[in-house]
Nanobody, 121 residues
């Protein structure tokens, strides 16, 4: 029943900015953590950034200082603001969330469908 809906992907020039969003919906009791991962063709999926319910953040070294992750708890939404984009940032970006449902205590891991981000001139 839980769905993660992503938006904001697209084509941007090197040095440009882009913000992707991910909204979680369903019978949600608590979202303990949310994050973004990315996967380029022929490469393994890698962590980009995460944020916990307490606001603690973690970033991959390759995006530190350029990307900012944030969340709006009232909207069950996580954002990734991407600045100073580079061609190597080109990938499919996937939203991830660790969610406890109202009907069950167990924390499950959910994924969005992915959104394409292409950095090219």
């Amino acid at each position: 029943q839980v769905q993660l809906v992503e938006s904001g992907g697209g084509l941007v020039q090197p040095g440009g900015s882009l913000r992707v969003s991910c909204a979680a919906s369903g019978s949600i009791f608590s979202i303990n953590a949310m994050g973004w991962y990315r996967q380029a063709p022929g490469k393994q999926r890698e962590l980009v950034a995460t944020i916990t319910s307490g606001g603690s953040t973690n970033y991959a070294d390759s995006v530190k200082g350029r990307f900012t992750i944030s969340r709006d708890n009232a909207k069950n939404t996580v954002y990734l603001q991407m600045n100073s984009l580079k061609p190597e940032d080109t990938a499919v970006y996937y939203c991830n969330a660790k969610i406890q449902l109202r009907s069950y205590w167990y924390e499950n891991n959910y994924w969005g469908q992915g959104t394409q981000v292409t950095v090219s001139s």
